[in-house]
């Protein structure tokens, strides 16, 4: 049935993913209730969501907050809020978040050298 969802979700996408690491502050509950301010890298983002690694085990569905410091040219952080569509296990003790934007998504994407 997992398998099935992410499927799903892969063909629902309606924005390009580009692979990028971009710090990225993620905060909220863990699986057991526990709150938690982990601090990682995105390793793909769109405008609609992100994904990353985390040592935190979280649930599907499960809200959580997200911020991407500011960047050379930006006016603030980009904050805003998801939910998890997707979780795998990569290794011992980490996960592998795919996050859907519910807040407020990122209006576009430009690299440093630009």
Request: aromatic share 6%.
């Amino acid at each position: 049935m997992a398998k099935d969802k992410n499927i799903e979700a892969a063909e629902r996408r309606t924005s390009h993913r580009i692979e990028v690491s971009l710090a990225l502050v993620v905060r909220g509950k863990d699986k057991h209730g526990e709150p938690f301010e982990d601090t990682t890298q995105s390793y793909n983002l769109s405008r609609d969501g992100a994904s990353f690694l985390t040592t935190r085990e979280l649930v599907p569905d499960q809200e959580v907050k997200l911020t991407i410091p500011r960047r050379r040219g930006a006016q603030a952080n980009f904050e805003t809020t998801g939910e998890v569509r997707r979780i795998t296990s990569t290794k011992e003790g980490e996960w592998e978040i795919g996050v859907h934007f519910t807040g407020p998504r990122l209006r576009t994407y430009m690299s440093e050298s630009a």
